[in-house]
Structures are given as structure tokens and as C-alpha cells.
């Protein structure tokens, strides 16, 4: 059974920083592309941030140059560092793999 559970969200204020992680188990993680998405209120969800089994990575847009996602194949994790947060950043975030997801996890970004 697939699970994938993330952590590391909470409440920072703009210009600050978190870490996400995400623990996956149930499948060969090292073979699979793992996926961050976000979808904030009353949006619809959308990618963040891939890596591939090899540890290529790609990102929206609008997280380009302050997210970097991460995989540790040995522990079966993926992280992702968020740099300069923005207020706009404020959404769940989940962690995907092919067609399972996590529960996700709250970021908001406020003063």
C-alpha cells in the first residue's frame, strides 16, 4: 500500500524559510518521479517541483531560483527547501507520486 506522508509546514513570515519533507513507502521509491504541488484557496492545484529517479529536477515558474527539491533514495524521502517565501505561497503543499498523493501540509505566509 502506497503511503506518502509530508511534514514541515507551519507559519512563517514572508521572506522566511521551511522545509518540507515527504516519507514514502509501500513502493520502489528510487524508481518513480517524485512531484511537489501546492494549491492554495479556492485555486487549483498546481506543480511545484519534480525530480526524476536521477536526480534531475524542474520547477514552476514561480518558485524557480528559491524552492530546491531533494530525494534520498536510501531513507525514501523527497524535501523541498523553500527560500523567500511569499505570502502568494501560502497553500497546502503535497507530495505525489505517479498517481498517489500525500495529505498534505498547510504553509502560510504572513506578517
Known amino acids: 500500500q502506497v503511503q506518502l506522508v509530508e511534514s514541515g509546514g507551519g507559519l512563517v513570515q514572508p521572506g522566511g524559510s521551511l522545509r518540507l519533507s515527504c516519507a514514502a513507502s509501500g513502493f520502489t521509491f528510487s524508481r518513480i518521479v517524485m512531484s511537489w504541488y501546492r494549491q492554495a484557496p479556492g485555486k487549483q492545484r498546481e506543480l511545484a517541483a519534480q525530480i526524476t529517479s536521477g536526480g534531475t529536477t524542474s520547477y514552476a515558474d514561480f518558485v524557480k531560483g528559491r524552492f530546491t527539491v531533494s530525494r534520498d533514495n536510501a531513507k525514501n524521502t523527497v524535501t523541498m527547501q523553500m527560500n523567500s517565501l511569499k505570502p502568494e505561497g501560502t497553500a497546502v503543499y503535497y507530495c505525489?507520486?505517479?498517481?498517489?498523493w500525500g495529505q498534505g501540509t498547510q504553509v502560510t505566509v504572513s506578517s
Open positions: 505525489r507520486a505517479a498517481v498517489s
